[in-house]
């Protein structure tokens, strides 16, 4: 299983970025997905959650300015970024708790590469 993140970039403090994670391989089933990111000297924290169902959580920091979705059938998770601020700037990072084979109730965590997010005062 491989997740493969995409959309980071440089933007200016008050703008948008989208960023898309797609998780390929032996994949039977995906419950949470999810965005998390990391600033140099800080520690990783989860920014963004979304269940199957559609349920989610978002961290207190970038409520309703970002919003997370997710596409079941393309097994992709997005990441819409508004009123971006410089305390956004991170490495973010998707994860997802995937069930690789219908034998097993054990969902294993995947992480995609990091993809730099960037916001310029």
């Known amino acids: 299983v491989q997740l493969q993140a995409s959309g980071g970039g440089l933007v200016q403090a008050g703008g948008s970025l989208r960023l898309s994670c797609v998780a390929s391989?032996?994949?039977?089933?995906?419950?949470?997905m999810g965005w998390y990111r990391q600033a140099p000297g800080k520690q990783r924290e989860l920014v963004a959650a979304?269940?199957?169902?559609?349920?989610?959580n978002y961290a207190d920091s970038v409520k309703g300015r970002f919003t997370i979705s997710r596409d079941n059938v393309k097994n992709t998770v997005y990441l819409q970024m508004s009123s971006l601020k410089p305390e956004d700037t991170a490495d973010y990072y998707c994860?997802?708790?995937?069930?690789?084979?219908?034998?097993?109730?054990?969902?294993?965590?995947?992480w995609g590469q990091g993809t730099l997010v960037t916001v310029s005062s």
């Open positions: 994860n997802a708790k995937i069930r690789t084979s219908m034998l097993t109730t054990r969902a294993n965590d995947y």
């Open positions: 391989g032996s994949i039977f089933s995906i419950d949470v």
């Open positions: 979304i269940r199957s169902g559609g349920s989610t």
